[in-house]
Each structure stands twice: as structure tokens, then as C-alpha cells.
């Protein structure tokens, strides 16, 4: 037996006992067996975790083409539709000095 309650080894056997636990009240409750709930339970948190949105986007910058230096961030559809964006929203651009840009919706045309 671990005796102090700070050690990790002694945490995982705590949180492992009491998930037994609940596990074996939830499998009487809807009359299955522990393993079948816990695949169940499991499947449904994959499932959950792959249909997550995608919340960060590589985007290659484009050359203006007229020799100033500047570039053109061409949004993908996809990005606009997952962030909300549509044509007139005022986007803010931070630079996240490893070489990215965290891009924020900053307010709409009308709010200007």
C-alpha cells in the first residue's frame, strides 16, 4: 500500500479505484457488463475528440505580385466558415513570434 498522498503512484490507484467505482454503478444501472460500458464510453470520447472542429490552419502567404514586398493571405472557405467570417467582418492579425499569426474577428464594417 502507498502511504503518501502525494505521490503520483498513490493518486493514480485513488482515481483508477473510484472510476472502478462509478464504472461498475453505471454498468448495474443500464445492465451491462464493465468492459462493454467502458468500450462504449471510450468509443463515444474518440468519436467525440476526431469531430472536434479544427481550430488552426496553415495558409500560405502569397507575393502581391507588384513588387512591393507586400503578400495576400487567401482565406480558405473552410476557415471562413468555421470561424463565422463573412465579407465586410474586420479581422485582427497577432503576430505570435514563432513564425504564425493568430488571426481575430475584430468587429464589422458597420461597427467602424
Do not use: H, Y
Not at 30 to 44: C, G
Amino acid at each position: 500500500m502507498i502511504d503518501d498522498p502525494n505521490s503520483e503512484t498513490w493518486l493514480t490507484l485513488l482515481v483508477s479505484r473510484q472510476l472502478q467505482q462509478r464504472l461498475a454503478k453505471m454498468a448495474a444501472a443500464q445492465q451491462r457488463s464493465v468492459d462493454e460500458l467502458a468500450a462504449s464510453l471510450l468509443d463515444a470520447a474518440i468519436s467525440d475528440w476526431e469531430n472536434l472542429p479544427q481550430t488552426s490552419w496553415t495558409v500560405p502567404l502569397l507575393d502581391a505580385g507588384d513588387g512591393s514586398g507586400d503578400a495576400l493571405l487567401a482565406i480558405p472557405d473552410e476557415l471562413l466558415a468555421s470561424a463565422g467570417w463573412v465579407e465586410g467582418d474586420t479581422l485582427s492579425f497577432e503576430d505570435q513570434g514563432d513564425g504564425t499569426l493568430l488571426l481575430k474577428k475584430a468587429g464589422n464594417k458597420e461597427d467602424a
